[in-house]
């Protein structure tokens, strides 16, 4: 009996193994390519271990790009988009949640159909609205543009999770005297923590991908997300590999970063409210 939980466990943790080898390999290639001279690229091709003694010069490559503005610019982006959508989500889940009034299931559903349209299908609706408001070729309109697609998803996220609390706890609150934004902070919100947690990575992931509005809003290259900023690294007749890899792992350490640390929080957020009590 001992034999086989022992043979189970290697088995789990051999296939766990490969599973974390085969998710990071794109990470890993990524890496080695940017450590890879163009000229072994085009010519006899790259080796699988990574060249480390061409690491010092990866910041020469990338010394003619604003690498560094490009990833703040994304980092304003996905941080104002996350602030935002979570805002005005944790507002409207509680309110759909828990309120009743006429055009409840309307106003919910038509959150729901903004998911059905995609993005290419609003840029010039947009484009002439943010022009008429004043808000092209600038960081504000994308997030703005980001929050009306990521909120509804973060919405229902925290939806979902307030209405598995008892509404008995709201109720006991508001015995003791406390008003309703009170039962919002100091009881709904610490109980869907983890919801908020999943909601959060959601809306940081759809302003930190940010491309189709930044490449039509935005003029100015030192505005650019470096999202668009990579796309920049594609040329007519080459295309320098290694430093759009080098560029393209800068971009994903942030993200993967940010994943890792709410990676917990996710699975709890994601799965609560799907087994009905």
């Given at each position: 009996?001992?034999?086989?939980?022992?043979v189970?466990?290697l088995?789990?943790?051999?296939?766990?193994?490969?599973?974390?080898?085969?998710?990071?390999?794109?990470?890993?290639?990524?890496?080695?390519?940017?450590?890879?001279?163009?000229?072994?690229?085009?010519?006899?091709?790259q080796?699988?271990?990574?060249?480390?003694?061409?690491?010092?010069?990866?910041?020469?490559?990338?010394?003619d790009?604003p690498?560094?503005?490009?990833?703040?610019?994304?980092?304003?982006?996905?941080?104002?988009?996350?602030?935002?959508?979570?805002?005005?989500?944790?507002?409207?889940?509680?309110?759909?949640?828990?309120?009743?009034f006429?055009?409840?299931?309307?106003?919910?559903f038509?959150?729901?159909?903004?998911?059905?349209?995609?993005?290419?299908?609003?840029v010039?609706?947009?484009?002439?609205?943010?022009?008429?408001?004043?808000l092209?070729?600038?960081?504000?309109?994308?997030?703005?543009?980001n929050?009306?697609?990521?909120?509804?998803?973060a919405?229902?996220?925290?939806k979902?999770?307030?209405?598995?609390?008892p509404?008995?706890?709201?109720?006991?609150?508001?015995?003791?005297?406390?008003?309703?934004?009170g039962?919002?902070?100091?009881?709904?919100l610490?109980l869907?923590?983890?919801?908020?947690?999943?909601?959060?990575?959601?809306?940081?992931?759809?302003?930190?991908?940010?491309?189709?509005?930044?490449?039509?809003?935005?003029?100015?290259s030192?505005k650019?997300?470096?999202?668009?900023?990579?796309a920049?690294?594609?040329?007519?007749?080459?295309t320098?590999?290694?430093?759009?890899m080098?560029?393209?792992?800068?971009?994903?350490?942030?993200?993967?970063v940010?994943?890792?640390?709410?990676?917990?929080?996710i699975?709890?957020g994601?799965?609560?409210g799907?087994?009905?009590?």
């Amino acid at each position: 009996m001992k034999l086989k939980r022992t043979v189970a466990r290697l088995l789990v943790s051999t296939a766990l193994l490969a599973f974390v080898l085969f998710a990071g390999f794109p990470v890993y290639w990524m890496l080695n390519t940017a450590l890879t001279s163009d000229t072994e690229l085009y010519k006899s091709g790259q080796d699988w271990w990574p060249h480390a003694e061409r690491l010092p010069g990866v910041p020469d490559a990338l010394a003619d790009v604003p690498i560094g503005d490009w990833l703040l610019n994304s980092g304003f982006i996905a941080f104002g988009t996350t602030m935002l959508s979570l805002l005005l989500a944790v507002l409207g889940a509680y309110a759909l949640s828990r309120y009743r009034f006429h055009g409840k299931g309307a106003a919910a559903f038509l959150l729901f159909s903004t998911q059905m349209l995609p993005e290419a299908l609003l840029v010039v609706p947009l484009f002439a609205l943010f022009g008429m408001l004043g808000l092209l070729n600038g960081l504000g309109g994308l997030v703005l543009a980001n929050t009306a697609f990521a909120m509804p998803v973060a919405l229902f996220i925290v939806k979902s999770a307030i209405d598995k609390i008892p509404y008995e706890i709201e109720e006991s609150a508001r015995v003791d005297g406390c008003p309703r934004y009170g039962q919002l902070t100091q009881i709904v919100l610490p109980l869907v923590t983890p919801s908020i947690a999943a909601a959060a990575v959601v809306t940081f992931f759809d302003g930190w991908n940010e491309f189709l509005f930044a490449n039509t809003f935005l003029t100015d290259s030192e505005k650019w997300p470096a999202s668009v900023g990579l796309a920049t690294f594609v040329g007519q007749y080459t295309t320098p590999l290694s430093s759009v890899m080098a560029a393209a792992f800068l971009f994903s350490l942030p993200a993967i970063v940010f994943f890792v640390l709410m990676q917990r929080r996710i699975v709890s957020g994601l799965t609560a409210g799907a087994v009905k009590g």
